[in-house]
């Protein structure tokens, strides 16, 4: 908030497979009327057709979406035009002026949406830390992408609270929420769930197993498959379940989003 009067443009960064859960409530207050452009990372996991219906729903809501991916490269290169033309009018005043206005862009999101990923896509170059897990960005930095832009990159932040129960368990899902402090085994259970009512069969097909209405005893069917196993051949459910929680946040079960607009 302090930040806010040095900026023009504020880019929010989500994850496209939860583009509601994955927004800060406390951001719609804190940012209030500067110019704000989404944006969906991570676009290659999500599910294209449902990824399509978040961009008009957001649209609705008077807000402009643009889907990316940092690791094909869909879409990078268009974020910058559109957070320019966010403040065009003032840039075009400026230069009447005779002054050249540097776009400076604040970039905040949850952590582990990629943000960092994408500021050094954008930069084409490593600028900021990057990890496969939250927290790995601890402070703001500015970045100076060229004589025309400048980035604030700022760590993600996740609000004290959920309210809703189901908002926490999407978090959890992208690993948005430190694993150390969660028992795999039921989260894991919680996406075969949510696998087995939104996306049947896929479970099935991808370890070649059969449905089983139990999720523990679908996890456990996985260990099998994949020969995750203890001293004196016991199944390792915990080690399925790491594996499980790997190939859904990796993409590996395929194009994948956790809710629907018309749920809200």
């Not at 023009?8 to 859960?21: C, G, M, N, T, Y």
Request: glycine share 8%; charged share 30%.
């Amino acid at each position: 908030e302090a930040n806010l009067k040095l900026i023009d443009v504020v880019v929010e960064i989500l994850d496209a497979r939860i583009p509601f859960s994955g927004r800060n409530p406390h951001f719609d207050d804190i940012i209030k009327n500067k110019p704000r452009l989404l944006v969906l990372n991570k676009a290659d996991l999500a599910d294209k057709n449902r990824t399509k219906l978040w961009i008009d729903w957001y649209a609705e809501q008077g807000l402009k979406v643009i889907p990316i991916s940092c690791t094909t490269g869909m879409g990078i290169n268009t974020v910058l035009a559109e957070a320019r033309a966010l403040i065009q009018d003032k840039i075009d005043r400026e230069r009447e002026r005779g002054r050249n206005r540097t776009l400076k862009i604040m970039m905040v999101g949850i952590p582990n949406v990629g943000k960092s990923t994408f500021i050094n896509a954008l930069a084409g170059k490593a600028c900021a830390k990057t990890g496969n897990k939250p927290g790995v960005t601890k402070g703001k930095q500015w970045i100076r992408l060229n004589k025309n832009v400048e980035l604030l990159d700022t760590p993600g932040i996740l609000w004290p609270r959920f309210e809703d129960q189901a908002v926490g368990l999407k978090l959890a899902f992208i690993g948005s929420i430190k694993d150390e402090i969660l028992q795999t085994e039921e989260l894991a259970a919680e996406l075969v769930t949510f696998m087995n009512k939104n996306y049947p069969g896929v479970l099935e097909s991808k370890y070649n197993v059969e449905e089983d209405a139990d999720p523990y005893g679908m996890i456990a069917r996985i260990a099998e498959s994949r020969h995750c196993l203890v001293r004196g051949n016991e199944l390792d459910t915990e080690k399925a379940s790491v594996l499980l929680m790997d190939d859904f946040r990796n993409g590996r079960l395929g194009r994948l989003t956790l809710e629907y607009p018309d749920a809200y």
